[in-house]
């Protein structure tokens, strides 16, 4: 059965940096597109970070100059380095996979969900 895991979310102060990790397994992951996405208290799922299986990767607006997607394909693996955190990047962060070409960074058409990583950032 595929699946995706993330980890290396926690709290860190505003400016700080982290690195999110996502392993996939049960699937071909060259196959699939792989996204971030966050959730914070009482706002709806947005996307962060997507990078299709070329490595094309696409933004958020509020991620451009801070975040950076990776993926290595040869270990199944997703990763989104954060720098410059702010207190509005608390949330919950998903990983996902989606089979398949993408052309933007919506939830739509996702197949598999992690269960999230919290990420805390204080000011």
């Known amino acids: 059965q595929a699946q995706v895991e993330e980890s290396g979310g926690g709290s860190v102060q505003a400016g700080g940096s982290l690195r999110l990790s996502c392993t996939a397994s049960?699937?071909?992951?060259?196959?699939?597109?792989m996204g971030w996405f966050r959730q914070a208290a009482g706002k709806e799922r947005e996307g962060v970070s997507c990078?299709?299986?070329?490595?094309?990767?696409y933004y958020a607006d509020s991620a451009k100059g801070r975040f950076t997607a990776s993926r290595d394909n040869a270990k199944n693996t997703l990763y989104l380095q954060m720098n410059s955190l702010k207190p509005e990047d608390t949330a919950m962060y998903y990983c996902?996979?989606?089979?398949?070409?993408?052309?933007?960074?919506?939830?739509?058409?996702?197949?598999?969900w992690g269960q999230g990583t919290q990420v805390t950032v204080s000011s």
């Open positions: 996902a996979a989606k089979k398949g070409l993408i052309r933007d960074c919506k939830s739509v058409g996702y197949n598999y």
């Open positions: 049960g699937l071909t992951f060259d196959d699939y597109a």
């Open positions: 990078i299709s299986w070329t490595g094309i990767t």
